[in-house]
């Protein structure tokens, strides 16, 4: 049995959590393998919406394993939050999430060094969500941090208290003024005690070796889904860097967030908009910064479900798409918000980029910090509402040109589309 994967191909916010929710009853453990609580995937089921920050989008799903794996980095008074809110909603995580020994705990002074930071950049700011994901992925790949594990031994607190005050002194070097040094609003040490109670509270869900888990649920020939958070483009070394999250977002992150070998990867699929969006500084080439990128925000309700930021708005883009589907192994694409562009009587697509007088297929490194001429191809629009169709072949002609048009230019099938944001608008074609 293998692992399938499903991740996002463009700057994130592709709508990730909606086809996780959707495609969990396919699956027997569904698993998170990296990013924290800058994610934020939203699900729309039974009149209800919900927002998930670290837990995987499997979890209203009762009969189905979670799993936070270890490359998951944690902020337990997030988390805590957020298992309050489901228990809120009937749901018993104690009973079917399990969190990774190995991941990573994000600690209240990784957000106040966030916070320094990216004030002192000024207008070079990569537009952090100041949740200390940056910080935390730092102190482990440079052997510093506090891990899940941790919180079990005897001399927790001690560790703690050390790293706390290598980090103050970062801090302090900066010369914060009183308004970097609050965490939500609070001083340090509330915010402290508030993580700490965090931690306490989510003390009943089980701490595992997830890696030695999740193997044994494969040779049990167990179905898995590794869910992935933010998108391709923001992976950490194939993404827009330096404005790029901190972990690696595509599907060899799969292997090393989860503890698998290669060989143990079966379908990829992956998840995009029917148009583009980014949240943050960074390239977009074919961003709208007119009322044609307006009504995509309005219309799209395009605003972070984590910071609340809107979110820049264009034209999808096939360069950048192309490029996240040889780097992932795609096997299956998912067309997300279609609907969003349903009274659009002309939509624009970007077939290639334009530097000077050279042409780019694909967003090769000497594109990413200079001015890009998106080539944009206007296709006809649909001009009717999508959102009470269940079926392929009944939807309008011109939408279903416009995803052959896709599927074509990206060598693949689109297998699932979505036509709302409820589990029961969506369409699934191949699977």
Excluded at 143 to 156: H, P, S
Excluded at 409 to 421: A, C, D, Q, W
């Amino acid at each position: 049995m293998k692992v399938d994967v499903l991740l996002g191909l463009q700057w994130g916010d592709e709508g990730k959590g909606k086809i996780t929710d959707v495609l969990t009853p396919e699956y027997d453990i569904i698993a998170r393998f990296q990013g924290g609580p800058n994610a934020g995937h939203t699900l729309e089921f039974n009149g209800m919406k919900h927002v998930l920050h670290t837990i995987p989008s499997g979890i209203f799903h009762p009969e189905k394993v979670n799993i936070i794996g270890n490359g998951v980095i944690i902020d337990p008074r997030i988390l805590a939050k957020e298992i309050a809110q489901l228990r809120e909603r009937g749901a018993k995580p104690e009973k079917n999430l399990f969190i990774s020994k190995r991941a990573h705990l994000i600690l209240p002074t990784h957000r106040l060094i966030d916070n320094v930071c990216e004030a002192s950049k000024g207008k070079a700011k990569i537009g952090s969500t100041l949740k200390g994901i940056g910080p935390a992925y730092t102190d482990k790949v440079s052997r510093n941090g506090l891990r899940m594990g941790d919180v079990l031994l005897k001399d927790f607190r001690d560790r703690y208290e050390n790293l706390k005050q290598d980090h103050l002194r970062i801090i302090n070097s900066y010369n914060p003024d009183k308004a970097l040094m609050a965490i939500e609003g609070l001083p340090l040490e509330e915010y402290e005690k508030l993580w700490f109670e965090g931690l306490e509270y989510i003390a009943d869900i089980e701490l595992i070796d997830s890696e030695i888990f999740i193997n044994q649920s494969i040779q049990e020939g167990k179905r898995i889904l590794a869910e992935g958070a933010q998108g391709t483009m923001l992976d950490i070394d194939f993404g827009t860097y330096p404005f790029v999250t901190s972990s690696s977002t595509i599907s060899a992150g799969v292997c090393s967030g989860l503890g698998i070998s290669p060989d143990k990867v079966g379908k990829v699929f992956g998840v995009f908009k029917a148009y583009c969006t980014r949240v943050g500084s960074g390239p977009f080439p074919t961003e709208l910064l007119d009322e044609t990128g307006s009504r995509l925000r309005e219309n799209g309700k395009e605003f972070g479900s984590t910071t609340g930021r809107p979110r820049r708005c264009g034209w999808i883009d096939l360069p950048a798409l192309k490029y996240a589907v040889m780097l992932n192994g795609v096997t299956d694409l998912v067309m997300m918000k279609a609907d969003v562009m349903d009274e659009f009587q002309h939509i624009g697509v970007c077939t290639q980029y334009k530097v000077g007088e050279k042409i780019y297929d694909f967003p090769g490194y000497e594109t990413l910090n200079q001015e890009i001429d998106p080539v944009i191809l206007e296709v006809p629009g649909w001009e009717s509402s999508l959102q009470n169709f269940t079926n392929w072949e009944k939807l309008p002609e011109k939408f279903r040109h416009y995803v052959r048009f896709i599927e074509k230019s990206l060598s693949l099938p689109i297998s699932v589309i979505s036509v709302g944001p409820r589990r029961d608008q969506t369409i699934v074609r191949l699977v």
